[in-house]
């Protein structure tokens, strides 16, 4: 029975993920060394608590907020933990061999909040094509998409000198655009009309709304842990109000959208976060409080449509089947962050006391990075649409127990009162 | 059908959250500006951990602590992000109306702090009338109680000069007897036997102890956040030590009260957090540790009293139907660290090296408190009683699915096993 | 019915921990201040995010991560809560008797830290025996192992010499076999087939991953809070490496001693953390991040395969039956970072810029740890083993039921449909 080979992944899984885990030790032997620890002061430590901030956006604010499926549970926090465990050791390795101008690739807490953001991109992208694919998939899309973000980053940040402090387009748009590319490269035609367990349960709800708190309340520490010293407050300024003004935009859309008036969990527990995304590339400059606010309003604005009218056309027209909705989330809102940064190049906002962003460079930033996340993240399907990966049939999407050992009373999801004639498990073909 | 028409809130609530986002952003645009950047240092930034853990109390803590209730924990967390996302904003204005001397309102992380206190009012009384109230009379309770506040606390900090360092009176007193006025004027009659969902499943009580654990955990930080830089360690270990003593105090009044012996989730929720609230007044004081941990043990102690015996006694003799108890965890031991900043002030307890509290002007705050958030709430409660704002008629109070998209097979709650011929929707009148 | 009486809390309980309070409060009133005024400084609550980040570690990362029993959730959290807020204020006394040379013991940061620190040990024997001891049981037990444990680890570090920074030995080896051997003078013979609530559900594996990942987030924190200012940021790589190194082994491992290749919930909660008790002793040397990794790898293995062949063959033929797995998470990996220590003594790793541990004295430290820890843990087993205590009867044994108020609908776990004949309520007999 080859679909029930396929998703056996007991020598796949453990010998990919030991062979990673040790060419990461041998490559971190030869290049990896702590910062000069003639330099390690409290000052160094001042960012501690800014990349512990991400840290748990990454770790619980991401895990969390894709536990919505009712039978996935498992899978989202689970296989989040294990995509951002390998991505931030990667990605150290990524960014410093594009950073760093010496022999080595030093350590210290900055590069630690950047090995954290390198993994947000394959979490975004994650988002896309959740309950579709299996964890070794995974392991090889965190691979490929950390280093093509490095040399994306590198290439917007330190070749064109474009500003994205809080990375609406190298991370969010990028994460979101890659994410989009492979899941239309792995396009299921047999999951189009929808599926029975690609939904939520009210305790599976709550538990997103965990990863929800976290990403928006830590939001500000993202936008700004990377800022010039000087300018971190200002970035933790206008992320927190983009983040309240967005609040109140998305819950008013939510309601607004929907005929009878009713919110929209899918809305509050993703919409709400648009602003963060929408305002990070302008996060250090000057464009006042409430120029924040108007980003985030807009941002809340754009991702409810988005979810209500965009996602349904792009499964239906364009064959994009986006799980968790990324691209209401991270796709328009990084588009919007791009062009809020090109608007305040023009209209000559400061970034710090003297220096203005160019608009050209940030326009070229932002085309680049959508071009070259569409480019890789079409690579990157082609590479998981390879056969003995580990995929799931079909029938099988969206369900922890293809890949985990899961309670056995809890195969029947809580609450729901089954039929007599279906008291089967789940994975028969497994 | 006129109650189906009431609790739509589709244009309601839509038009008058985006009426106030874009009124507030028009008066961010005139008076509101980021604090001048040359003043701006890592010594500023130093407050930002204190702000995160607030902001981490307001938005996790108050809103999964009222997650308790099994069919309305997606209007707990979600109505409570909503009113503290509208609160920061209104705040802001409402507290640099009164704190500026400036032209302008400048916005730095001290004001953050402020901005998230103000919202904790109320969430305070938010929870004296869960499940009761729609997100439109919410929007409306949240401008009216946070104006209220700031003039409050402008008088009891700046006109009487008391000391309220952990605002044991102007938030927590203030929050619980606003809402309980409010409470007071809403009273539904038909409640009065009680509700067959105003009751804690299994798994909702688990995910309100998410609540208790962060707003335990954090509320030394809520404490010594505004307190002198030389005294916020003392607001940490007094905060710290009462909250501990509180602990001990709750359960085994808890065990005490129940003639079986068994501990209440209710009070292990909610009568552990006391201590927090009481020690507030006096925490930058010299009270010693072990004054701090003599106001939590009696903090804890009066707290499960509370619940046990006065809230059935305000339910049915006051007509003050108080859904978490707020008067518990806050009125009580809210009043209780105003007595103990007047016991203290008596005692010539210092506050800084040579400072001390006047017995009169604690005395006056406490009363002043407690008089303007009675009247207040009365206020809001008839504002709020008004037609045509959304309310549920008495039959689908605590229930989600009023005024959300509730996922079906969870319409019936996890666990629950239907009578047969029970299996009509709740919410067949909306 | 005597078994009825045993489990009735209502007097034991409360008379407990109200005498145990007021104890505390008299002791403190006579020992305790706050550390002088003068001293207190910026620079001293630097320490503060550390604090807090352990702090959460120790309430809701023990807690919550021993929630995965269907139920048990209410006990696992909630008695943790108990545990924790009496132990440090227990472990304040303790540490302040063999820390100080003043009259006084005097509170700062760093002792709230030690305190925090002193309960985890408590927390991880609770692991051991958890389902089948009483809370007056574990407020006996949290009284003795936190004096015991302040006597080991003034010995190890003040006597020896020893290096722990992390507290591989001195706490994690500690707590693990101190609470195996309470386990096994607890043992029942009764449970020797199992028990009917001993297994997770969907939704209390979930809970769990809460613990699990503020745990994991945080361990860096809790290697480093203690550490010499200019080796924290050392320490805190170290630790941020070994853990996710160690997720990659843990994930490998659990897929392949799983003849399906599925990976196991218990795996991927416990598992995974083993890296960051492993490197705790070495935290702060000069190990390279590469060795870090390495150990972090091979406790992510150990703990797999200890979870795997270790813990059934400890219940069948040693008599401990160890509920949690703590000897996986925290007692193997333990001893591996002592004997991690004594190899890079031996290596003559530095742990500043000059000073280096002595092999020696890491193995004294090593044993002396194991043998208190057995001797202490066996004394305490005897102490609990008295009766009247309140233990449940066996098969009461994993049930909230026992000591809590649970609601009603809910004494049916979620989602389990019950045998029509099996509708009483659990506790019965109580």
Redesign the interface.
Known sequence: MPSAFAT????????L??F??VL???L??IF????N?QS???????L???F??V??MI??GF?FLM?FL?KY??SS??IN??IA??G??WGTLMQGFWHTEAQTIN???KS?INADFSTATVLISFGAVLGKTS?VQMLIMTILEITIFSCNEHLVVNVLGATDTGASMTIHAFGAYFGLAAARVLYRPGLKEGHKNE?????S???A??GT??L???WP?FNSAIAQ??L???A??NT??S???C???A???S??V????????VH?QNA?LAGGVAVGSCADM?I???GA??IG?IAGLISVIGFKFLTPFFSSKLKIHDTCGVHNLHGLPGLLGGLASIVAAVAHIKLG?TETPSAAMQAAALGCTIGIALVGGAFAGLVLHLPFLGQAPDENCYDDSV?????T??T???????DPGDHRTVNIN?
């Open positions: 056996n992944m007991r020598f796949k899984l453990s010998i993920a030991i990673l885990e990461i030790i041998v971190f032997g990896v060394r702590y910062e620890s390690v002061t409290k000052d160094k430590l001042f501690y608590p800014f512990q901030d840290h748990v770790f619980v895990g536990t009712k549970g498992f926090v689970g933990m294990l465990a390998l931030l050791q350590i210290d807490i630690m964890p939904e939520s349960a009210y305790h709800d709550m538990f709304m965990i708190l976290f928006w309340l830590f520490s010293p000087d971190q407050q200002r933790i300024i927190y109000f983040m309240a003004a609040t109140l935009t819950f008013a859309l309601s607004l929907e005929h009878r008036g009713k919110l929209d969990m509050i709400t000057n006042y409080p409430f606010m108007l309003s006391e890949y985990w050992e899961v309670p009373e809890e029947q999801p809580a609450g729901q009162f089954s497994v």
